[in-house]
C-alpha cells in the first residue's frame, strides 16, 4: 500500500529563516510525486511535480528536491504569506489516484 | 487562468437524504476526480472519472456514491443518504493526463445533521 509521511507536523519560522520539509514515501513504482500548497478551508493550490530521483524544480522562494525514498521542500528567507499547510502527494505506477501526506502546517513570523 | 469550480461552498443536510455536490473541470482537461477531507485529516481520494467511465475508486466510495458527467462541462458527486461521517470537504479536482498535475476546486463543505 502506498503512504507517504510528511515532517515535521508544523514549523514555526522567523521571516527570513530557511528551512526544509520533508516527505517520505512507499509506493510501488512511482509515477510522480507533487507538492501542493493548502490554505485553511481551502483546496489545494499545485507547485510542483517530480518523476524521477534527482529532478529538481523551482518557483519563487521554493525548490523541491527529489530522491528514490523522500522529497523535501526548501524554502529560502520566507516571508509570513507563504504561511500555509504544505501537501506532499504520491501516484503509483499505473494509477490515477494521488496518495496524501497529512501535510506540515508553516508558520512565518514577522 | 483556467479553474475548477464547485457548487455549493457549504452544503447542510439532514441524516438520511440525498446531496448532489457539482463542479465545473478544466475544459480540456480529460480526467475528473473527487476527493475529500475530513476536519484535521488527510486529503484522501475516493474516485477518477475517465471517458464518461469510473477508471478507479477506494473502499470509501461504496454504493452509496455516484458520479455523472451529465453534459460536456459539469461533473458530479451524488450521496444517497448521508451519514453524519459523511461531514467533509469534498474537492473535485482534474488533470490534462494520468500522470499529470491535478488541478483542485475550493470545495464543498458538507455538514451532515
Known amino acids: 500500500e502506498d503512504q507517504v509521511t510528511q515532517s515535521p507536523e508544523a514549523l514555526r519560522l522567523q521571516e527570513g529563516e530557511s528551512s526544509s520539509l520533508n516527505c517520505s514515501y512507499t509506493?510501488?513504482?512511482?509515477?510522480?510525486l507533487f507538492w501542493y500548497r493548502q490554505d485553511p478551508g481551502k483546496g489545494p493550490e499545485f507547485l510542483f511535480t517530480?518523476?524521477?530521483a534527482g529532478e529538481e524544480k523551482e518557483k519563487e522562494r521554493l525548490k523541491a528536491t527529489l530522491t528514490k525514498k523522500e522529497s523535501f521542500l526548501h524554502i529560502t528567507a520566507p516571508k509570513p504569506e507563504d504561511s500555509a499547510t504544505y501537501l506532499c502527494?504520491?501516484?503509483?505506477?499505473?494509477?490515477?489516484?494521488?496518495?496524501f501526506g497529512q501535510g506540515t502546517r508553516l508558520t512565518i513570523n514577522p | 487562468e483556467p479553474e475548477v469550480t464547485q457548487t455549493p461552498s457549504h452544503q447542510v443536510t439532514q441524516m438520511g437524504q440525498e446531496v448532489i455536490l457539482r463542479c465545473v473541470p478544466i475544459?480540456?482537461?480529460?480526467?475528473f476526480y473527487w476527493y475529500r477531507q475530513i476536519l484535521g485529516q488527510k486529503v484522501e481520494f475516493l474516485v477518477s472519472?475517465?471517458?464518461?467511465?469510473?477508471?478507479?475508486k477506494s473502499e470509501i466510495f461504496d454504493d452509496q456514491f455516484s458520479v455523472e458527467r451529465p453534459d460536456g462541462s459539469n461533473f458530479t458527486l451524488k450521496i444517497r443518504s448521508t451519514k453524519l461521517e459523511d461531514s467533509a470537504m469534498y474537492f473535485c479536482?482534474?488533470?490534462?493526463?494520468?500522470?499529470?498535475?491535478?488541478?483542485f476546486g475550493q470545495g464543498t463543505r458538507l455538514t451532515v445533521v
Open positions: 479536482a482534474s488533470s490534462k493526463h494520468a500522470n499529470t498535475e491535478a488541478f
Open positions: 509506493v510501488s513504482g512511482l509515477r510522480g
Open positions: 517530480l518523476y524521477s
Open positions: 502527494a504520491v501516484q503509483g505506477q499505473g494509477a490515477q489516484k494521488l496518495v
Open positions: 475544459s480540456n482537461h480529460l480526467y
Open positions: 472519472f475517465y471517458n464518461n467511465e469510473i477508471s478507479e
